[in-house]
């Protein structure tokens, strides 16, 4: 099931959550949802089975269009889902997920990346921002992403 038709451009808020029907036997399933700030209307709403392939967090759950702003959490943070919004020329931001990205080194990116550059940078402001050259997964193209930390 799904729904909605998520207007051109804008921020949307994803996430999915997992609900069980009540009882022992209760069925588990997916929504995957997304919704416009600040108004927080609910623009697309879709329920999947946990368990099969394609079925789990993803930016591929959405249509995406171009000058959307993905806000989502580390678990949308994977190579496949960070470039299917490359491709529909949405803005994603994410936080690191579980395995680091790779930089134009051909190294995953580290956490110590972050505070080695804000050292050089001597930034008074306890915040940093800059930008790398990350490949989500060593097979796909290269994309630019900017990184944020704050301390």
């Known amino acids: 099931m799904q729904t909605g038709s998520p207007s051109k451009g804008g921020l949307r808020l994803i996430d999915s959550t997992l609900v069980k029907e009540p009882g022992k036997t209760g069925s588990l399933w997916r929504i995957h949802y997304s919704f416009r700030w600040p108004t927080l209307q609910c623009d697309y709403f879709k329920i999947t089975a946990v368990e099969g392939n394609g079925n789990g967090e993803s930016l591929r759950q959405f249509p995406l ?5 993905i806000l989502a959490d580390r678990g949308y943070c994977q190579a496949t889902g960070i470039h299917f919004a490359a491709s529909k020329k949405a803005y994603v931001m994410v936080r690191l997920g579980f395995t680091p990205p790779y930089v134009s080194t051909g190294q995953q990116f ?8 804000y050292q050089r940078g001597n930034n008074a402001a306890n915040s940093f921002v800059d930008t790398w050259d990350f490949w989500p997964e060593l097979e796909h193209p290269v ?6 930390y704050q301390i």
């Open 65 to 69: 269009r171009p000058q959307d702003y």
């Open 110 to 117: 580290q956490p110590t990346d972050f505070t080695d550059a």
């Open 143 to 148: 994309l630019e992403l900017r990184a944020t």
